[in-house]
């Protein structure tokens, strides 16, 4: 595609449900990292895709976290048991090469998932 | 941990007038790259200007320019001739120049200019 994507644009869902972001990158990046972006603050790295690697997942705030990349392309973020807490909006970036080859590659960015747990 | 400091919550400036926003890091580390980031209302995070730790010249994008001063670990940006498509939250990032790929954001500030 032109560009990265996400989906949903916004979520609003109950507390304690199950929630499932997509993101969309775009075609031929081979990295894929997640962010959570909370109100008033800055970026929080999430988690980080790179090709057929093993994901780092050291950003993940806890266990109701997790995220998958189906065939190297469309990656999806799964809330498990939403807290109010979780509420932020989720933005998803993807890259040409990863970093360690590229130092100068880009990420771009999505327009995010607006998450509001009530 | 990399820790990046944006101390400017808000900005106002006057359309075609200048603004400076400022970003401070605290590293341990020799190489890295700076970068500054515009997020409109759109959400939509885009790449405003990129500097490396490394290059003594200050990165420019036409009216897009930074002040990097790498001993006192200060990476300012500057908007000449504002326009009314400047307005936005703009974010300073950090990364390391090794194997490291996570980019560490400041808080944002937001910058609303006026006509």
């Known amino acids: 595609g032109a560009g990265v994507s996400q989906s949903p644009s916004n979520k609003v869902t109950e507390k304690g449900k199950d929630v499932e972001l997509r993101c969309d990158p775009i075609?031929?990046?081979?990295?894929l990292y997640w962010y959570r972006q909370s109100l008033g603050q800055g970026l929080e790295f999430l988690i980080y895709?790179?090709?057929?690697?093993?994901?780092?997942k050291s950003g993940l705030p806890s266990d109701r976290f997790s995220a998958e990349r189906t065939g190297g392309s469309v990656s999806t973020l799964t809330i498990q048991r939403t807290q109010q807490e979780d509420s932020a909006v989720y933005l998803c970036?993807?890259?040409?090469?990863?970093?360690?080859?590229?130092?100068?590659?880009?990420?771009?960015f999505g327009q995010g998932t607006r998450l509001t747990v009530v | 941990a990399q820790t990046v400091t944006q101390s400017q919550p808000e900005m106002s400036v006057q359309e075609a007038e200048t603004v400076t926003l400022s970003c401070t890091y605290d590293t341990s580390e020799n190489n890295y790259y700076l970068f500054w980031y515009k997020q409109p209302p759109s959400r939509q995070m885009i790449l405003v200007i990129r500097?490396?730790?490394?290059?003594?010249q200050n990165a420019t994008e036409n009216r897009f320019s930074v002040n990097f001063q790498k001993a006192a670990k200060s990476f300012s940006l500057k908007i000449s001739d504002s326009q009314l498509g400047d307005t936005a939250m703009y974010f300073c990032?950090?990364?390391?120049?090794?194997?490291?790929?996570?980019?560490?954001f400041g808080a944002g500030t937001t910058v609303t200019v006026r006509a």
């Open positions: 075609s031929g990046h081979t990295a």
């Open positions: 500097q490396e730790a490394y290059k003594q």
């Open positions: 895709f790179q090709g057929n690697s093993a994901p780092d």
């Open positions: 990032a950090f990364r390391k120049r090794s194997n490291d790929y996570k980019l560490s």
């Open positions: 970036a993807s890259s040409l090469a990863p970093p360690l080859t590229a130092p100068n590659t880009e990420a771009f």
